[in-house]
């Protein structure tokens, strides 16, 4: 077939069942929120991290429920930035869409740098290498970006089994979370726990993306966030026990590779090795992922026409190729930022993610209630909205950005408006 002949598609292709789904949202929700965060929220508030992923886990569950009634009513490659921009008028949708693409263009290169981590650990070479380690992932990724996710995210289901096997062999720290103080002089502490690993809570966004190629999402949208909000909880709190039980809160490798640590003080090195080898392949998963549901978003927003449309094209393997390149380009720069910054930069990066991804849920609810009719509904949304914008509020200086990029699109707005009327005064 001569190059002139090649078919280019214009539509995703629909091809998401219930198990790959599945794979797919726990790959996106799971993987880096496993291997990093259970450490991390330890060192920074100690015993009160557990509470924290419990919090998390609540306040969830009603926006959960309405993420299941939106998406179903509209499935889009722009996932929760489209129903938005449907919901809220294009001035919400515009504001939100940029500074969605702004925080996955942070967001990624850290999924990159976890799962490096967890290389230099299996490997036992210096974690400096992370950096470079996490470019050659995305890279790999990028690379073979006209293959179909099947092979990949198949075995996510079997790898989970496995990790749930790991945990269940640490039951010893069951007894202790008896011991664990609840004191009411340690809220504080709980949220800010909760500002870090909202983090482990993103990748339903990164599924709202995929919502276009679901074969039957009528039928199979609810079951897969159902199921793959249990199974995730259940390892959130687990490991969380299980790092409050065995580890150093000081330990750098604490912070760096958790999983494998708790697995390796509390079974021995084996058994820390093939936890390592099992934490690359699930981030292996998550990178995959994530480099997937951003893509999509980003062809949704050239769709629109709000970027270049010409990133909305698709190659003939029905990918959108152009979104994935200048995609890959902003993740080296955030790669080499985060070199040249340091891990302070990756904890404010992450704290940054949250926050924004936390206000793009509560526009989402928002435009919720604005559609929802019966009492029921609006009491859910309602609900949704008030623990969302309380938690929002713990977030502080992290706002500062959001209200930035506001301020930056309605300047825009009123230059073009500006432009526009002069045109209509000129005769064009």
Same mark, same amino acid.
Not at 282 to 291: F, Q, R
């Given at each position: 077939?001569?190059?002139?002949?090649v078919?280019?598609?214009?539509?995703?292709?629909?091809?998401?069942?219930?198990?790959?789904?599945?794979?797919?949202v726990?790959?996106?929700?799971?993987?880096?929120?496993?291997?990093?965060?259970?450490?991390?929220?330890?060192?920074?508030?100690?015993?009160?991290?557990?509470y924290?992923?419990?919090?998390?886990?609540?306040?969830?569950?009603?926006?959960l429920?309405?993420?299941?009634?939106?998406?179903?009513?509209?499935?889009?490659?722009?996932?929760?930035?489209?129903?938005?921009?449907?919901?809220l008028g294009?001035?919400i949708?515009?504001?939100?869409?940029?500074l969605i %693409?702004f925080?996955l263009?942070?967001?990624v290169?850290?999924?990159?740098?976890?799962?490096?981590?967890?290389?230099?650990?299996?490997?036992?070479?210096?974690?400096?290498?992370? %950096?470079?380690?996490?470019?050659?992932?995305?890279?790999?990724?990028?690379?073979?970006?006209?293959?179909?996710?099947?092979?990949?995210?198949?075995?996510t289901?079997?790898?989970?089994?496995?990790?749930?096997?790991?945990?269940?062999?640490?039951?010893?720290?069951?007894?202790?979370?008896?011991?664990?103080?609840?004191?009411?002089?340690?809220?504080?502490?709980?949220?800010?726990?909760?500002?870090?690993?909202?983090?482990?809570?993103?990748?339903?966004?990164n599924?709202?993306?995929?919502?276009?190629?679901?074969?039957?999402?009528?039928?199979?949208?609810?079951?897969?966030?159902?199921?793959s909000?249990?199974i995730?909880?259940?390892?959130?709190?687990?490991?969380?026990?299980?790092?409050?039980t065995?580890?150093?809160?000081?330990?750098?490798?604490?912070?760096?590779?958790p999983?494998?640590?708790?697995?390796?003080?509390?079974?021995?090195?084996?058994?820390?090795?093939?936890?390592?080898?099992?934490?690359?392949?699930i981030?292996?998963?998550?990178?995959?992922?994530?480099?997937?549901?951003?893509?999509?978003l980003?062809?949704?927003?050239?769709?629109?026409?709000?970027?270049?449309?010409?990133?909305?094209?698709?190659?003939?393997?029905?990918?959108?190729?152009?979104?994935?390149?200048?995609?890959?380009?902003?993740y080296?720069?955030?790669?080499?930022?985060?070199?040249?910054?340091?891990?302070?930069?990756?904890l404010?990066a992450?704290?940054?993610?949250?926050?924004?991804f936390?206000?793009?849920?509560?526009?989402?609810?928002?435009?919720?209630?604005?559609?929802?009719n019966?009492?029921?509904?609006?009491?859910?949304?309602?609900?949704?909205?008030?623990?969302?914008?309380?938690?929002?509020?713990?977030?502080?200086?992290?706002?500062?950005?959001?209200?930035?990029?506001?301020?930056?699109?309605?300047i825009?707005?009123?230059?073009?408006k500006?432009?526009?009327?002069?045109?209509?005064?000129?005769?064009?």
């Amino acid at each position: 077939m001569s190059p002139h002949n090649v078919y280019y598609p214009t539509k995703l292709r629909k091809s998401l069942n219930i198990g790959r789904s599945i794979s797919l949202v726990i790959g996106s929700v799971l993987g880096s929120g496993l291997m990093i965060l259970p450490g991390l929220a330890y060192n920074q508030v100690g015993i009160c991290s557990f509470y924290s992923w419990l919090g998390v886990g609540l306040i969830m569950m009603p926006f959960l429920y309405i993420f299941m009634i939106i998406m179903i009513e509209h499935p889009s490659a722009g996932g929760l930035v489209n129903v938005t921009y449907l919901l809220l008028g294009d001035k919400i949708g515009l504001f939100i869409t940029y500074l969605i %693409i702004f925080s996955l263009v942070l967001l990624v290169p850290i999924v990159g740098i976890i799962g490096a981590n967890y290389i230099c650990y299996l490997l036992n070479i210096n974690n400096n290498l992370n %950096i470079l380690i996490a470019w050659f992932l995305l890279f790999f990724f990028y690379a073979y970006k006209h293959t179909r996710h099947k092979n990949i995210i198949k075995n996510t289901v079997n790898i989970l089994h496995i990790i749930i096997i790991f945990l269940v062999s640490t039951y010893k720290f069951i007894d202790k979370l008896i011991d664990i103080p609840f004191n009411y002089n340690n809220f504080e502490k709980i949220w800010i726990g909760m500002t870090l690993v909202f983090w482990a809570f993103l990748g339903w966004e990164n599924l709202s993306f995929t919502t276009e190629e679901f074969e039957n999402i009528k039928r199979d949208f609810k079951r897969v966030v159902m199921l793959s909000f249990i199974i995730m909880m259940c390892l959130y709190l687990g490991l969380s026990a299980g790092v409050i039980t065995w580890l150093d809160s000081s330990s750098s490798r604490t912070m760096s590779a958790p999983l494998a640590e708790v697995i390796y003080v509390a079974l021995g090195y084996r058994s820390g090795i093939a936890a390592a080898i099992i934490a690359v392949l699930i981030m292996l998963i998550n990178i995959n992922a994530w480099v997937w549901g951003p893509s999509r978003l980003v062809y949704d927003a050239g769709r629109k026409k709000i970027i270049p449309d010409k990133l909305a094209n698709l190659n003939r393997h029905h990918s959108p190729h152009y979104a994935l390149y200048i995609l890959f380009i902003f993740y080296t720069i955030s790669l080499l930022l985060i070199y040249l910054m340091g891990d302070k930069f990756m904890l404010i990066a992450i704290k940054q993610v949250n926050c924004i991804f936390l206000l793009l849920y509560i526009l989402s609810i928002m435009g919720y209630l604005k559609s929802c009719n019966t009492l029921f509904h609006k009491t859910v949304g309602s609900l949704a909205i008030g623990l969302f914008i309380l938690f929002l509020l713990q977030f502080g200086l992290y706002l500062i950005l959001p209200v930035i990029f506001f301020v930056l699109i309605f300047i825009k707005n009123h230059f073009q408006k500006n432009i526009y009327k002069k045109r209509v005064k000129q005769g064009f």
